[in-house]
């Protein structure tokens, strides 16, 4: 988990999931 940004590209799910 280096950068959110590579996280949720990563993952198919969307960002706001990660970011909350």
Known sequence: ???P???WR???LPP???FN
């Open 16 to 18: 706001t999931i990660l």
């Open 1 to 3: 988990m280096s950068s």
């Open 10 to 12: 990563a993952e198919p």
């Open 5 to 7: 940004s590579t996280n």
